[in-house]
C-alpha cells in the first residue's frame, strides 16, 4: 500500500517527505538493554513517515510503566498520563481534536488491571484511536509482580508459590468487548510490527497491536516457546487477509474447519489440499472465526499474528461529530446573544 491509499481527511498530511530520523527524540532512551521495547519504538519511527501525517498530527498517549515512557522518545507531541487512564485520555483528545492522529502505548497491567474499565470502554465505543499493548506479562517498572496475563503458576515477586489467577487472552478480551481491529505481533519481527501498525492507521476505528515483548530482567524468554527462531516454524502461523492459513517448515500444515472447530491438518496426508485450508478474512464483520484464531496457543495449536480482525463499523468519534452538525444546523441560537436571550424575559419596574 501506498501512503496516499491511507488519507483520513480530517488529518493534515505532509507536504515534505518525513524520514524516521524526523521522529527521534533527542531524550535518553532508559529501558533495559536487550528490552522488546526498543524493537517497538524503532517499527513506530518507521511508520509514522510511512504514514505521512504531520509530525505536529501525531499524539501519543501513555499511563504508567516501562511503556509509558513512549511519548519522551518519540518527536511529536505527547501526555504521560496517570496509571490505568490513557485510554481515557486518548478518548478526550481524540473526541476534542479530530485531525490528530492518536497512539496509546500501555502495557499488560496498565490497560488490563488497573486500567481495564476504560481499556474494554474504548474498544466498545470504537474511538478512532491505535493503541499499542506491550505484553511481557509481568510488571516491569515495580519490579516483577505477576500482571493479569501472567500464565498460572508463574513464580512471581507477589505469587511466590505460582500464581493461582487465570489470565487473560488479549485478543479474547478485544473480541468480548466488541473490538473492531486486533493485530498480534512478536517484538523480534520489526517488519511485521511495522505491517501491523501501518494497517492499525488505516483503520477507522480503535486498533489493538498486542506486542509479545520481552522483559530480561524480570520475565526473560516468556514468549521464547513460540517466537524464537528455534520454535517460530511449528508454533507460528502469520496470517495475511485472503491467503490460506498455513505454517510450519515447509508450509505444509494448516487450519481447516472440522464441524465448529478449528484443526491442524497437513497438506498431502488423508486427501488433503490447499482447497481445505481456511482462508484468512480479516474484514469479516462477524467475529466468530476472528475469535477462535486468537484463542489457539500451543501445543496442540500455532499461535496466531499478523492482523486477526479489521472489521468496519461506526466509530465514536465519527457520532460525535454528526450530532454536533445535527444540533448547529437545528438549533435556533447561533451566538452568545441568543443564548442569553432564548428564555423567558422580564422587567423589574
Known amino acids: 500500500m501506498e501512503p496516499n491509499e491511507i488519507i483520513n481527511p480530517t488529518v493534515e498530511r505532509s507536504t515534505v517527505q518525513l524520514s524516521k530520523a524526523d521522529f527521534e527524540s533527542d531524550q535518553m532512551v532508559k529501558w533495559c538493554p ?116 501472567t500464565p498460572m503458576g508463574k513464580v512471581t515477586k507477589t505469587s511466590p508459590q505460582g500464581t493461582i489467577e487465570h489470565p487473560f487472552n488479549v485478543g479474547e478480551l478485544v473480541m468480548g468487548a466488541q473490538g473492531t481491529f486486533y493485530a498480534r505481533v512478536p517484538d523480534n519481527d520489526i517488519n511485521l510490527m511495522t505491517e501491523a501498525m501501518f494497517e492499525a492507521a488505516k483503520h477507522d476505528g480503535t486498533s489493538v497491536m498486542e506486542i509479545l515483548q520481552n522483559c530480561i530482567i524480570f520475565a526473560d524468554k516468556v514468549h521464547f516457546d513460540i517466537i524464537s527462531k528455534e520454535h517460530r516454524e511449528e508454533n507460528m502461523l502469520v496470517v495475511h487477509n485472503g491467503e490460506p492459513m498455513l505454517f510450519g517448515k515447509d508450509k505444509k500444515k494448516g487450519l481447516r474447519i472440522n464441524g465448529t472447530q478449528l484443526e491442524v491438518v497437513e497438506l498431502g496426508k488423508g486427501g488433503i489440499t490447499e482447497s481445505d485450508i481456511l482462508v484468512h478474512d480479516k474484514y469479516n464483520p462477524d467475529p466468530g472465526i476472528h475469535l477462535m484464531l486468537a484463542k489457539l496457543a500451543p501445543p496442540h495449536f500455532p499461535m496466531v499474528f499478523g492482523v486477526i480482525r479489521s472489521a468496519i463499523f461506526p466509530t465514536y468519534d465519527d457520532l460525535v461529530e454528526e450530532q454536533i452538525k445535527h444540533a448547529k444546523a437545528s438549533s435556533k441560537i447561533k451566538c452568545m446573544d441568543d443564548l442569553l436571550n432564548e428564555g423567558d424575559t422580564w422587567e423589574i419596574k
Open 34 to 149: 536487550g528490552c522488546g521495547a526498543h524493537a517497538i519504538l524503532s517499527a513506530l519511527e518507521r511508520v509514522f513517515p510511512k504514514i505521512g501525517y504531520r509530525k505536529e498530527n501525531f499524539c501519543l498517549v501513555s499511563g504508567i510503566g516501562c511503556s509509558s515512557r513512549f511519548p519522551y522518545y518519540v518527536n511529536t507531541y505527547g501526555i504521560h498520563g496517570i496509571h490505568g487512564r490513557a485510554a481515557g485520555i486518548g478518548t478526550g483528545v481524540k473526541v476534542a481534536n479530530p485531525r490528530l492522529s492518536v497512539w496509546i502505548a500501555t502495557g499488560d497491567g496498565d490497560s488490563l488491571a488497573i486500567g481495564g474499565n476504560h481499556f474494554i470502554h474504548i474498544i466498545r465505543r470504537n474511538v478512532d484511536v491505535n493503541i499499542i499493548l506491550f505484553n511481557n506479562q509481568i510488571y516491569g517498572l515495580t519490579k516483577g509482580q505477576y500482571s493479569p496475563t
